[in-house]
């Protein structure tokens, strides 16, 4: 693929004379970059294709300005999505990425839009910027970093790490304390929630206000562990069949795992009652 916004990890399978499944174009978090998604693209190999955006200022985009900016992020992944990707294609994003993911779709809702979102690590959208988005200092930044698990705390503490992640993490920062939703139509996408039960920037009730914004069916999965619940093994192993179930047949909710129609059970769980199913393969809630 000739664009510089995607990457890929693992080889796909061809259907003979129909080219690869759905693809999953996946959205990194705040100061994250394309490799976030290693794992994942060959845990999902060879039946989907995993293609990782690569953000502007990081890894081999480093010379280039970081996009402080949500909505100008969403504006060029979706104009790149539109010139590159063919054929059904799903979106996944974590924490940031699953804003960047919503608002990527937004921009192509009525236009080959995706066959559904994975939104993990964040609650929905409100109308202002979220309260644990507004950091002001770099000392502030590092220390949210090392706390939320993304980045290794004694790397941070190495000068040359540090001059390497803070650019893209400032700019990321900026976007998201910068960031409330704009009024408009909810999407027709059906919509998969993941969220780690101990995640101390995302309570499962902010993560369950997803639905809220699609028309779709909504399936909401609560995993044992923090923001980066991802960064488990089992939980990653998880995470991959969801979206193989998934996106086997897009146009339907997810049965992996035993979810259940929604209604006063799922309000129920995001409120704090137990979910069904084991933590570690993603207890469901809708």
Same mark, same amino acid.
């Given at each position: ?47 989907? =294709?995993?293609?990782?955006? =690569? ?8 010379? =280039?300005?970081? /996009? ?25 994003? %974590?924490?940031?990425?699953? /804003? ?8 192509? %809702? ?38 939320? @698990? @993304? ?6 503490? *190495?000068? *040359? /790490? ?14 998201? @304390? ?10 027709? /996408? ?36 923090? %923001? ?28 992996? @795992?035993?979810?259940? =129609? ?25």
């Amino acid at each position: 693929m000739s664009s510089e916004w995607f990457r890929t990890y693992a080889p796909v399978e061809e259907r003979p004379g129909a080219g690869p499944g759905v693809r999953l174009v996946c959205f990194p978090h705040a100061g994250g970059a394309a490799s976030a998604y290693v794992r994942l693209a060959r845990l999902l190999a060879p039946g989907c =294709q995993v293609l990782s955006v =690569q953000y502007p200022g990081r890894h081999d985009r480093r010379h =280039q300005a970081p /996009v402080a900016d949500i909505g100008l992020l969403a504006d060029a992944v979706a104009e790149e999505v539109t010139r590159h990707v063919r054929g059904p294609y799903a979106f996944f994003g %974590h924490s940031m990425g699953a /804003v960047v993911a919503y608002e990527t779709a937004r921009r192509l %809702h009525g236009h080959g839009a995706p066959v559904r979102l994975f939104l993990s690590g964040r609650g929905a959208p409100g109308d202002e910027p979220g309260v644990h988005d507004r950091i002001g200092t770099d000392a502030e930044l590092l220390a949210v970093a090392a706390g939320l @698990g @993304g980045t290794a705390a004694d790397l941070l503490d *190495d000068p *040359d /790490v540090r001059e390497m992640v803070l650019p893209a993490l400032r700019a990321d920062y900026r976007a998201l @304390g910068s960031y409330a939703r704009t009024p408009g139509p909810r999407l027709h /996408v059906p919509f998969t929630v993941l969220v780690g039960d101990r995640d101390p920037v995302v309570p499962v009730a902010e993560a369950a206000a997803w639905e809220a914004f699609t028309t779709a069916p909504t399936d909401c999965r609560v995993f044992a562990g923090a %923001h980066f619940y991802l960064n488990d093994g089992t939980n990653l192993d998880a995470v991959a069949r969801i979206v193989t179930a998934a996106l086997a047949e897009p146009d339907r909710s997810p049965v992996d @795992g035993g979810a259940t =129609q929604a209604g006063a059970r799922a309000r129920s769980v995001a409120t704090g009652a137990s979910g069904d199913g084991s933590e570690g393969s993603g207890s469901a809630w809708r």
